[in-house]
């Protein structure tokens, strides 16, 4: 049946050329912009995930600045301390050079004070963008990481770099080694070093004799026997005790054999605050050194009671545990640096796995976008001329009232 007040074909063909029109408009937005998923409407879900994910990169990469800059910050740190430990090793070789006869101390002397002024130097200038990680001020906290968990949450995790104390300020000499001790020079207890013999030899002991009456609570003592290290801090019950000598006699002897030094040791039968070493290997001789550190010193304070001139031998013990502490600050700071580095790279592979997740999920394809044009401007041309030859057809009615 022909009407010429119902077009239904006229209809058919508006309903697809308004399809195809909608799809060709879809079709050039994508072409346009690059996405498939351009705005919410297009696909809310997927688009609010997308939207979760770049602000996670986002924020990826702050933390990537932030690591470069712990990065700057512990690499100077790690500088000064192997510098510093440069520097205390030519310190120890004019104390080695101070220990022979026939040497002018004092001249010694001047070379290891203008070392000691170098190294005080390299501590104070190593801070980068105000913060300085090796003057015993402190350590800091580098943001490393976001993480996401299963209902969205986001907690930001950090990396702690710890200070090291490298700097000689705060030092006060006290003779806490008494003159019982082997190796304590006439006018200074802050330190001690002498050596003894294999066992047999003609100097196969020494004697170490504490005064509690120079420590405060925190003060500490640093023992080396042979390639053995440990350290005694007081604490205020034992310098409260009756006889705090002979309690710090006790426990450093404790100490002293926990520690598997091949030594023996024993308790001076004339004074109980005095031990009394024995080399127990019977091939070697074995060193042994002391140095006092008060609770307000920093991690080099020993270095102001270095004095070749008055006790030459006391020093060299006292420079290898000054050695060490540096030594042990450079590996901090190095091992510290390369955690920074590894996680800078996994950070910046972790934003761009996540980006190309992003780009999965909105990023339109390109190829098959050309051609779906192609096919929908044909569609377009297609549909009109269609429309057209339906809105013609009711002319056909005419020639049946001619």
């Known amino acids: ?55 996670d990169v986002q924020g990826f990469k702050t933390i990537s600045e932030s690591l470069s800059l712990g990065e700057s910050t512990v690499s100077v740190a790690r500088q000064a301390s192997e510098t510093v430990t440069d520097l205390l090793t030519q310190m120890k070789d004019k ?22 002024d170098q190294i ?23 943001l490393a990481s976001l993480d996401r968990d299963s209902t969205g949450a986001v907690n930001a995790n950090s990396i702690t770099i710890a200070g090291q ?30 050596s003894m013999d294999a066992t047999g030899g003609t100097s196969d002991g020494g004697t170490i004799e504490f005064d509690a009456t120079v420590l405060a609570a925190g003060d500490s003592i640093e ?45 001076a039968t004339a004074n109980p605050g005095e031990l009394a070493i024995t080399n127990a290997d019977p091939a070697n001789a074995v060193s042994i050194s002391g140095q006092f550190s008060n609770a307000g010193a920093g991690g080099l304070g020993a270095l102001d009671g270095i004095d070749v001139t008055t006790g030459a031998a006391a020093a060299l013990g006292t420079i290898d545990g000054l050695i060490d502490t540096a030594i042990d ?55 009109t001329q269609s429309l057209s030859m339906a809105n013609s057809a009711p002319q056909s009615i005419l020639s049946l009232f001619g």
Do not use: C, H
């Open 95 to 116: 104390i080695v050079s101070a220990q022979g006869d026939n040497v002018d101390t004092a001249k010694i002397q001047t070379d290891i004070t203008a070392l000691k």
């Open 165 to 194: 104390d490298l700097s000689t300020g705060g030092y006060t000499a006290a003779a806490v080694f008494g003159a019982g001790t082997d190796g304590v020079a006439a006018d200074s207890g802050d330190s001690f070093g002498f």
């Open 329 to 383: 600050a450079a590996s901090a700071f190095g091992s510290a640096q390369s955690r920074l580095e590894i996680q800078s790279d996994y950070i910046s592979t972790l934003s761009d796995a996540m980006t190309s997740g992003i780009g999965g999920m909105v990023d339109a394809n390109m190829e098959e976008t050309s051609a779906r044009l192609q096919a929908l401007q044909v569609q377009q041309q297609l549909a």
């Open 223 to 267: 023992l080396q026997i042979g390639d053995r290290t440990m350290t005694y801090t007081a604490s205020a019950e034992d310098l409260a005790a009756t006889n705090p000598n002979e309690v710090i006699a006790i426990k450093v002897k404790d100490m002293i054999e926990q520690s598997g030094a091949d030594v023996t040791v024993d308790y």
């Open 120 to 142: 005080e130097s390299v501590v104070g200038a190593a801070q980068f963008n105000g913060l300085n990680l090796v003057d015993g001020s402190g350590g800091t906290s580098i």
């Open 1 to 55: 049946m022909s009407s010429i007040l119902t077009n239904n074909s006229a209809m058919v063909a508006l309903q697809t050329l308004k399809s195809v029109n909608s799809n060709l408009a879809d079709t050039q937005s994508q072409i346009s912009t690059g996405k498939k998923v351009a705005d919410a409407k297009d696909n809310a879900a997927v688009w609010a995930i997308s939207k979760t994910m770049e602000s």
